[in-house]
């Protein structure tokens, strides 16, 4: 294996106009690109010796192929000087800084050298010398006589963009570069640049590299005609100008028209730098689109920076819509096969493995899994064809690579953008499926953040056996279980999977052996226990929580409050009339009814204990059964939710429209209490501020009381309240709005103010401040809301979309900052966290040295725990 | 049982941290009897799980705390304003606010400061009440009315004898206070102060109004209210505005319960160790605030990197990511161009040691796996 070539450091500089002039390939002095024959002309913008991009041609300079060649510089000999604009606010600095005589820096040489000396170790801790750097000009600038040779010096007024002019007279760029040569090597030092990389002479230009065609290729339209790169008319308007000019100072022409043309100049090569100058117009194409020129490549998102050079472009990738299979495993992805059959592994072949290749060879590409490609020891490639598959076959040697096609197994890296945690991207194993979609275990959603309401993801296929090991030790689905950020499961079950383990093992569930098999038919569970019980018929019958104790491993004890525990004064324990208590001993269920305390997302004790107790490789197993077995619960009774299931009984109707009303009558007694000026002010706060918080005090208590009347009747039996209470899906809440009443709509915490004059809408009369003027709602979904009262709601809506949208664009960006400040740091052998540079940022990392996803381990209830073991241990 | 003294030692002397120290004491302690034998077997058993709990080397911990705190960023809510504790006082949170500690803001947009008093004062309502008064900054319309008078061309203030008696301030204080302020000449007659300005023009009364109304007469500057609050037993001074320094003075105030949200001021008054500290508890009550967990670990990496070299620091361009050593990696951040062309005339070298850098190269990155230099040698090397 060749040793892969690396780049050790890269430094940055200014190029010299000799250096430059002795690297480019060719002068070029015609604005023409291309002749009537389309061949590029030489000396021209084109010429073959800056590169080829027209298939079929070699480079003249290299003899490469286009996508071989990566193109030369050319260079353009300017007939006179010009500022390059990057360098203005430098160029102004500088010349205030030197002597106008004798271009020395007007400072002491004791100043000089305690500058320099402070600059100097502020490189050698790697620290920003800019500070200094700014003082040593402020300093220099405050001379009026030269120390050196005492002449006086003059103000120099810089006038946007680019002209210096010096008591009345404009500096020319020619004036300037004279100055700036006599600097000498010492001085530029202190003036903090490297005399060897950047004499500041060099920052007006005297030759303009042209660069190379690969980075300007022109496009041949349809029509046949050339259309070429923004670039490129620049650098025809440079080379018209530069000629012109050259022309009229040989012709003598007056030194009037030489100053325009100079002037023209400048301008060209400033827009050809940076077309964005203040002050300078931009330089525009004829349609009157402003050219892109070479700083406008290259910032910005989709700049070179950060479009092309952080963010890359693959191979081996696949996108499409993702959809759910609970039959998969959690470590596992549906491939479609259209996918499979165009996605490949590289397998190298060797003695052992030359036969098991040879078969897939033979199978050709249309027969997964096949093979798509072949490449010989000498680096031939051949496309394997349902024609050529078994020759080639046969022809196979030690040493060739095959790109055999994706098959179950692989392992590949799956992914959701945006990619906002590390596990955005997981690695999945392979299992090749028919239709079109990407399928996933919907107990991986939360991880990837991932719905199938038309959600696509990314699938990439590793193609080196180091990054495949990777993938699968540090990426792989089970090794994530647990979210760095806190500690605890990110994966576990939604939706259904929560209300199957709720209905399956709340209170006690009977099944029949039928019903038991139907259960477990799907889970690779081989042993029945003894049944709970026999029913009236003699039949034996199971409990749900046996049911779930089967997928549990041995051993495991737990005991804790579900999710949808209602937190009664005096906790019951074991003893919950609402089964609420869960108890697990050694792997049994005992008490208590599995919900999203146990094993939802995020919270998942139950996952949590398994992963730290046993491995991955368990709970991953144990998340499988599960959702298999939740899934079989639900569908043992069936679940669903319709519009009947907001229906209330007639007296709750009733109580909840006597709740409004008394709601709305209180508020009307407080606003009376306010206009004859007998309302309390509250400490700090004004009557007007005063009767709103006791309005929205009044109202949010009345749909609280609405809620409470609906959930009276609405019982477990409905399907809403299961998913609720259960913590699968909604609220309380959400309950309460479709069923009894919607309540107050907010505008930033306040009732609904907004509209005409002193009134919301024209419904109702000036200066109400009743509730309905204002926004409540006292309709409940179900019922369906009046005008006014959609309209508020459409207000309140309204708002949560707005604080949506900018949300996301807000922490994304705060995203975006803190992996940029944080993404070098790293922990070191020694336990310290260092960035790049060696700078130490902790010395231990979090104070403890201990990795947030195993803190448990070094908690102090863990070292409880082992005490109890251990003395445990001892005295059985 | 007690601990002999040995086993102590050597608990002290065992490489753990300090809670689990104290843990495995307190632990040992209540139980009722252990052997030498146990002893051992539960030390060793706690040492290897903590171990085993321990950051590997090489571990990208930066990228994982910058995205623990930034993935949660997506569920907080925009919502500026809460009535965050005491009804009375707005306070910034969610989103908003931890961007704003993130920054490293000079001034949050809402400072405010949570007192606590030494225990006789914060007993007692009237004087914990008395501390506050002597807190909040009083203006002249606390005291009283301020009218013009257009025919004498003056301004007539109108004391108020109770305010004043129940600020502790009188009527010749605030005269002198006047007088200092706005260098004018102060009539004061009884609870009435007329003042009028240098020039007698319409305009000059009532800018001269205006400044009259922003004098502080008594009180910390900038704290525009304090609010009492009783919190167990004891009561507690909750402010709009914020003065570190100053509040830390007053008679009454325990200056080391006493806090601010104000980062920088911290840093100005208390150092940048505190200001760490002020940066883990701001940040990890915003988010607790929200119903978010998030290890303190990755709070105090970003607490960290902010301080590390004894300024508070943002993170972003004008602060860490502006100081990193790698040119690519500045300019590809933000401000690109202008990266590049001041590292061109330093002559900068980028040693491609970071993560960006070595991406835009196209090499491994130095972190993780990546950062891992062995070599496996051969079989034939190994064998021979």
Same mark, same amino acid.
């Given at each position: 294996?060749?040793?892969?070539?690396?780049?050790?450091?890269?430094?940055?500089?200014?190029?010299?106009?000799?250096?430059?002039?002795?690297?480019?390939?060719?002068?070029?002095?015609?604005?023409?690109?291309?002749?009537?024959?389309?061949?590029?002309?030489?000396?021209?913008?084109?010429?073959?010796?800056?590169?080829?991009?027209?298939?079929?041609?070699?480079?003249?300079?290299?003899?490469?192929?286009?996508?071989?060649?990566?193109?030369?510089?050319?260079?353009?000999?300017?007939?006179?000087?010009?500022?390059?604009?990057?360098?203005?606010?430098?160029?102004?600095?500088?010349?205030?800084?030197?002597?106008?005589?004798?271009?020395?820096?007007?400072?002491?040489?004791?100043?000089?050298?305690?500058?320099?000396?402070?600059?100097?170790?502020?490189?050698?801790?790697?620290?920003?010398?800019?500070?200094?750097?700014?003082?040593?000009?402020?300093?220099?600038?405050?001379?009026?006589?030269?120390?050196?040779?005492?002449?006086?010096?003059?103000?120099?007024?810089?006038?946007?963009?680019?002209?210096?002019?010096?008591?009345?007279?404009?500096?020319?760029?020619?004036?300037?570069?004279?100055?700036?040569?006599?600097?000498?090597?010492?001085?530029?030092?202190?003036?903090?640049?490297?005399?060897?990389?950047?004499?500041?002479?060099?920052?007006?230009?005297?030759?303009?590299?042209?660069?190379?065609?690969?980075?300007?290729?022109?496009?041949?339209?349809?029509?046949?005609?050339?259309?070429?790169?923004?670039?490129?008319?620049?650098?025809?308007?440079?080379?018209?100008?530069?000629?012109?000019?050259?022309?009229?100072?040989?012709?003598?022409?007056?030194?009037?028209?030489?100053?325009?043309?100079?002037?023209?100049?400048?301008?060209?090569?400033?827009?050809?730098?940076?077309?964005?100058?203040?002050?300078?117009?931009?330089?525009?194409?004829?349609?009157?689109?402003?050219?892109?020129?070479?700083?406008?490549?290259?910032?910005?998102?989709?700049?070179?920076?950060?479009?092309?050079?952080?963010?890359?472009?693959?191979?081996?990738?696949?996108?499409?819509?993702?959809?759910?299979?609970?039959?998969?495993?959690?470590?596992?992805?549906?491939?479609?096969?259209?996918?499979?059959?165009?996605?490949?592994?590289?397998?190298?072949?060797?003695?052992?493995?030359?036969?098991?290749?040879?078969?897939?060879?033979?199978?050709?590409?249309?027969?997964?899994?096949?093979?798509?490609?072949?490449?010989?020891?000498?680096?031939?490639?051949?496309?394997?064809?349902?024609?050529?598959?078994?020759?080639?076959?046969?022809?196979?040697?030690?040493?060739?690579?095959?790109?055999?096609?994706?098959?179950?197994?692989?392992?590949?890296?799956?992914?959701?953008?945006?990619?906002?945690?590390?596990?955005?991207?997981?690695?999945?194993?392979?299992?090749?499926?028919?239709?079109?979609?990407?399928?996933?275990?919907?107990?991986?959603?939360?991880?990837?953040?991932?719905?199938?309401?038309?959600?696509?993801?990314?699938?990439?296929?590793?193609?080196?056996?180091?990054?495949?090991?990777?993938?699968?030790?540090?990426?792989?689905?089970?090794?994530?279980?647990?979210?760095?950020?806190?500690?605890?499961?990110?994966?576990?079950?939604?939706?259904?999977?929560?209300?199957?383990?709720?209905?399956?093992?709340?209170?006690?569930?009977?099944?029949?052996?039928?019903?038991?098999?139907?259960?477990?038919?799907?889970?690779?569970?081989?042993?029945?226990?003894?049944?709970?019980?026999?029913?009236?018929?003699?039949?034996?019958?199971?409990?749900?929580?046996?049911?779930?104790?089967?997928?549990?491993?041995?051993?495991?004890?737990?005991?804790?409050?579900?999710?949808?525990?209602?937190?009664?004064?005096?906790?019951?324990?074991?003893?919950?009339?609402?089964?609420?208590?869960?108890?697990?001993?050694?792997?049994?269920?005992?008490?208590?009814?599995?919900?999203?305390?146990?094993?939802?997302?995020?919270?998942?004790?139950?996952?949590?204990?398994?992963?730290?107790?046993?491995?991955?490789?368990?709970?991953?197993?144990?998340?499988?059964?599960?959702?298999?077995?939740?899934?079989?619960?639900?569908?043992?009774?069936?679940?669903?939710?319709?519009?009947?299931?907001?229906?209330?009984?007639?007296?709750?109707?009733?109580?909840?429209?006597?709740?409004?009303?008394?709601?709305?009558?209180?508020?009307?007694?407080?606003?009376?209490?306010?206009?004859?000026?007998?309302?309390?002010?509250?400490?700090?706060?004004?009557?007007?501020?005063?009767?709103?918080?006791?309005?929205?005090?009044?109202?949010?208590?009345?749909?609280?009381?609405?809620?409470?009347?609906?959930?009276?009747?609405?019982?477990?039996?409905?399907?809403?309240?299961?998913?609720?209470?259960?913590?699968?899906?909604?609220?309380?809440?959400?309950?309460?709005?479709?069923?009894?009443?919607?309540?107050?709509?907010?505008?930033?915490?306040?009732?609904?103010?907004?509209?005409?004059?002193?009134?919301?809408?024209?419904?109702?009369?000036?200066?109400?401040?009743?509730?309905?003027?204002?926004?409540?709602?006292?309709?409940?979904?179900?019922?369906?809301?009046?005008?006014?009262?959609?309209?508020?709601?459409?207000?309140?809506?309204?708002?949560?979309?707005?604080?949506?949208?900018?949300?996301?664009?807000?922490?994304?960006?705060?995203?975006?900052?803190?992996?940029?400040?944080?993404?070098?740091?790293?922990?070191?052998?020694?336990?310290?966290?260092?960035?790049?540079?060696?700078?130490?940022?902790?010395?231990?990392?979090?104070?403890?040295?201990?990795?947030?996803?195993?803190?448990?381990?070094?908690?102090?209830?863990?070292?409880?725990?082992?005490?109890?073991?251990?003395?445990?241990?001892?005295?059985? | 049982?007690?601990?002999?003294?040995?086993?102590?030692?050597?608990?002290?002397?065992?490489?753990?941290?300090?809670?689990?120290?104290?843990?495995?004491?307190?632990?040992?302690?209540?139980?009722?009897?252990?052997?030498?034998?146990?002893?051992?077997?539960?030390?060793?058993?706690?040492?290897?799980?903590?171990?085993?709990?321990?950051?590997?080397?090489?571990?990208?911990?930066?990228?994982?705390?910058?995205?623990?705190?930034?993935?949660?960023?997506?569920?907080?809510?925009?919502?500026?304003?809460?009535?965050?504790?005491?009804?009375?006082?707005?306070?910034?949170?969610?989103?908003?606010?931890?961007?704003?500690?993130?920054?490293?803001?000079?001034?949050?947009?809402?400072?405010?400061?949570?007192?606590?008093?030494?225990?006789?004062?914060?007993?007692?309502?009237?004087?914990?009440?008395?501390?506050?008064?002597?807190?909040?900054?009083?203006?002249?319309?606390?005291?009283?009315?301020?009218?013009?008078?257009?025919?004498?061309?003056?301004?007539?203030?109108?004391?108020?004898?109770?305010?004043?008696?129940?600020?502790?301030?009188?009527?010749?204080?605030?005269?002198?206070?006047?007088?200092?302020?706005?260098?004018?000449?102060?009539?004061?007659?009884?609870?009435?102060?007329?003042? $009028?300005?240098? #020039?007698?023009?319409?305009?000059?009364? +009532?800018?001269?109004?205006? %400044?009259?109304?922003?004098?502080? !007469? *008594? =009180?910390?500057?900038?704290?525009?209210?304090?609010?009492?609050?009783?919190?167990?037993?004891?009561?507690?001074?909750?402010?709009?505005?914020?003065?570190?320094?100053?509040?830390?003075?007053?008679?009454?105030?325990?200056?080391?319960?006493?806090?601010?949200?104000?980062?920088?001021?911290?840093?100005?008054?208390?150092?940048?160790?505190?200001?760490?500290?002020?940066?883990?508890?701001?940040?990890?009550?915003?988010?607790?605030?929200?119903?978010?967990?998030?290890?303190?670990?990755?709070?105090?990496?970003?607490?960290?990197?902010?301080?590390?070299?004894?300024?508070?620091?943002?993170?972003?361009?004008?602060?860490?990511?502006?100081?990193?050593?790698?040119?690519?990696?500045? $300019?590809?951040? #933000?401000?690109?161009?202008?990266?590049? +062309?001041?590292?061109?005339? %330093?002559?900068?070298?980028?040693? !491609? *040691? =970071?993560?960006?850098?070595?991406?835009?190269?196209?090499?491994?990155?130095?972190?993780?796996?990546?950062?891992?230099?062995?070599?496996?040698?051969?079989?034939?090397?190994?064998?021979?």
């Amino acid at each position: 294996m060749t040793v892969p070539k690396r780049i050790g450091k890269i430094r940055f500089g200014l190029i010299s106009p000799q250096e430059f002039r002795k690297m480019s390939v060719v002068k070029v002095i015609t604005a023409d690109t291309y002749d009537d024959d389309g061949f590029p002309i030489e000396m021209g913008l084109m010429d073959p010796r800056l590169g080829v991009i027209d298939p079929g041609l070699r480079c003249r300079t290299c003899g490469g192929r286009p996508g071989e060649c990566p193109g030369h510089f050319g260079h353009i000999d300017l007939v006179a000087p010009v500022i390059h604009v990057g360098f203005a606010k430098l160029i102004r600095k500088i010349l205030r800084a030197i002597c106008r005589e004798c271009s020395k820096l007007m400072l002491s040489e004791v100043e000089k050298k305690e500058f320099l000396r402070q600059i100097r170790t502020l490189e050698d801790l790697g620290q920003p010398t800019e500070d200094v750097v700014n003082r040593v000009f402020a300093e220099a600038r405050k001379h009026k006589e030269c120390p050196y040779c005492g002449a006086p010096q003059k103000e120099i007024k810089f006038e946007r963009p680019l002209s210096y002019i010096e008591d009345g007279h404009k500096l020319t760029p020619a004036d300037i570069r004279d100055r700036f040569e006599r600097i000498s090597d010492e001085d530029i030092m202190v003036m903090g640049m490297n005399p060897e990389t950047a004499r500041p002479e060099w920052t007006i230009l005297t030759v303009l590299p042209v660069p190379p065609v690969t980075m300007r290729p022109s496009i041949t339209l349809e029509s046949g005609q050339r259309s070429e790169d923004d670039l490129t008319h620049k650098l025809v308007d440079i080379i018209r100008i530069n000629q012109r000019f050259q022309e009229n100072r040989e012709a003598g022409a007056p030194q009037l028209i030489i100053e325009d043309l100079w002037e023209l100049l400048q301008y060209h090569v400033t827009t050809f730098m940076d077309n964005t100058v203040s002050g300078v117009p931009p330089a525009r194409h004829r349609s009157g689109r402003p050219l892109k020129t070479l700083s406008q490549r290259l910032k910005g998102k989709e700049g070179r920076f950060r479009g092309s050079l952080s963010g890359k472009r693959v191979n081996f990738s696949a996108r499409t819509v993702i959809s759910p299979d609970p039959n998969l495993s959690i470590n596992e992805v549906g491939v479609p096969i259209e996918v499979a059959k165009e996605l490949t592994v590289p397998i190298m072949v060797n003695p052992r493995n030359i036969e098991v290749v040879r078969k897939y060879v033979m199978r050709g590409p249309d027969n997964h899994p096949g093979v798509n490609y072949v490449t010989r020891a000498d680096g031939r490639r051949v496309k394997v064809t349902e024609r050529n598959c078994q020759e080639v076959a046969q022809q196979l040697e030690v040493g060739w690579k095959v790109d055999r096609q994706l098959a179950d197994g692989d392992i590949v890296l799956f992914n959701r953008q945006p990619s906002l945690h590390r596990m955005s991207i997981m690695a999945h194993r392979v299992k090749v499926m028919p239709y079109k979609t990407f399928r996933l275990n919907p107990a991986v959603c939360p991880p990837y953040n991932a719905d199938f309401d038309g959600d696509e993801m990314n699938l990439h296929v590793p193609q080196t056996e180091e990054a495949r090991a990777e993938a699968e030790i540090l990426m792989r689905v089970q090794e994530n279980i647990l979210s760095p950020r806190f500690g605890g499961p990110i994966i576990g079950g939604i939706h259904d999977y929560v209300t199957g383990s709720f209905l399956l093992t709340h209170k006690e569930r009977r099944l029949d052996k039928e019903k038991l098999m139907e259960v477990l038919k799907k889970i690779d569970i081989d042993e029945i226990p003894d049944p709970a019980g026999y029913d009236e018929n003699g039949e034996p019958y199971w409990t749900g929580k046996q049911i779930f104790s089967l997928i549990l491993p041995k051993g495991l004890n737990l005991t804790f409050k579900a999710d949808f525990c209602s937190n009664c004064p005096v906790c019951k324990g074991e003893d919950c009339e609402n089964d609420a208590y869960v108890v697990i001993r050694n792997g049994v269920l005992l008490k208590g009814t599995i919900d999203a305390e146990a094993v939802g997302a995020f919270k998942g004790k139950v996952i949590d204990r398994i992963i730290k107790e046993y491995d991955p490789g368990v709970a991953s197993q144990f998340l499988d059964r599960m959702t298999l077995l939740a899934l079989r619960g639900i569908m043992l009774a069936g679940f669903s939710f319709g519009i009947s299931d907001e229906d209330v009984p007639k007296e709750a109707a009733e109580q909840i429209q006597d709740v409004t009303r008394s709601a709305k009558e209180s508020v009307q007694k407080l606003i009376e209490a306010y206009r004859a000026g007998e309302l309390e002010p509250l400490p700090g706060r004004t009557l007007e501020e005063t009767l709103e918080m006791r309005i929205m005090q009044t109202l949010g208590k009345a749909r609280d009381a609405a809620g409470q009347i609906a959930g009276r009747y609405l019982g477990l039996d409905n399907s809403g309240v299961v998913m609720a209470v259960s913590g699968a899906r909604g609220s309380m809440l959400n309950l309460t709005q479709m069923a009894a009443c919607v309540g107050q709509q907010s505008v930033r915490g306040e009732r609904i103010k907004r509209g005409y004059t002193d009134r919301t809408l024209p419904h109702f009369k000036r200066g109400d401040l009743g509730a309905e003027a204002h926004g409540f709602v006292e309709s409940s979904y179900k019922k369906g809301l009046s005008p006014t009262e959609f309209f508020f709601h459409a207000i309140g809506g309204r708002e949560g979309l707005v604080d949506t949208a900018i949300r996301t664009s807000q922490s994304g960006y705060l995203q975006r900052r803190l992996v940029n400040a944080l993404q070098d740091l790293e922990v070191n052998y020694d336990g310290t966290v260092r960035e790049t540079r060696g700078m130490i940022v902790q010395f231990k990392y979090g104070e403890d040295g201990v990795d947030p996803s195993r803190r448990d381990y070094a908690s102090p209830e863990n070292v409880h725990r082992i005490i109890k073991k251990v003395l445990a241990g001892e005295n059985a | 049982m007690k601990l002999p003294d040995a086993w102590l030692k050597r608990i002290e002397d065992l490489d753990l941290p300090v809670s689990l120290k104290d843990a495995l004491k307190s632990g040992l302690e209540e139980a009722e009897s252990v052997t030498e034998e146990q002893f051992e077997r539960i030390i060793k058993e706690v040492v290897e799980d903590y171990e085993h709990a321990k950051v590997e080397p090489c571990e990208a911990v930066g990228v994982v705390a910058a995205q623990s705190i930034g993935e949660p960023g997506t569920q907080m809510t925009m919502r500026t304003f809460h009535y965050a504790g005491v009804a009375e006082i707005n306070v910034t949170l969610g989103l908003p606010r931890l961007i704003e500690i993130v920054d490293a803001r000079k001034i949050p947009s809402t400072p405010t400061m949570t007192i606590r008093l030494l225990p006789e004062y914060a007993s007692d309502r009237d004087m914990a009440r008395e501390v506050a008064w002597a807190i909040e900054a009083t203006s002249i319309l606390h005291l009283g009315s301020i009218a013009t008078d257009l025919a004498e061309m003056n301004v007539v203030i109108e004391l108020n004898e109770d305010a004043m008696a129940q600020r502790k301030i009188t009527a010749e204080e605030v005269a002198e206070k006047l007088r200092d302020a706005t260098g004018l000449a102060v009539d004061q007659n009884g609870n009435t102060i007329i003042m $009028a300005p240098e #020039e007698p023009s319409y305009r000059e009364l +009532l800018q001269l109004v205006e %400044r009259i109304k922003k004098v502080t !007469l *008594k =009180g910390v500057d900038g704290i525009k209210r304090v609010v009492i609050r009783k919190e167990g037993d004891e009561y507690v001074l909750y402010t709009e505005g914020s003065s570190l320094k100053e509040v830390l003075e007053f008679e009454g105030v325990d200056p080391t319960r006493t806090k601010t949200n104000n980062i920088n001021e911290i840093c100005e008054v208390l150092g940048i160790e505190a200001a760490r500290n002020a940066i883990i508890n701001e940040a990890t009550e915003t988010l607790r605030e929200q119903g978010l967990q998030v290890d303190v670990r990755h709070i105090m990496l970003v607490a960290d990197i902010m301080t590390c070299d004894g300024d508070v620091k943002q993170i972003g361009r004008h602060g860490v990511s502006g100081e990193k050593a790698s040119v690519l990696a500045r $300019a590809a951040f #933000e401000v690109t161009v202008n990266h590049i +062309l001041d590292a061109a005339i %330093r002559g900068d070298v980028d040693d !491609l *040691k =970071g993560v960006t850098e070595n991406v835009i190269v196209g090499q491994p990155i130095q972190l993780g796996t990546g950062d891992v230099q062995l070599v496996a040698k051969r079989i034939d090397e190994v064998v021979r």
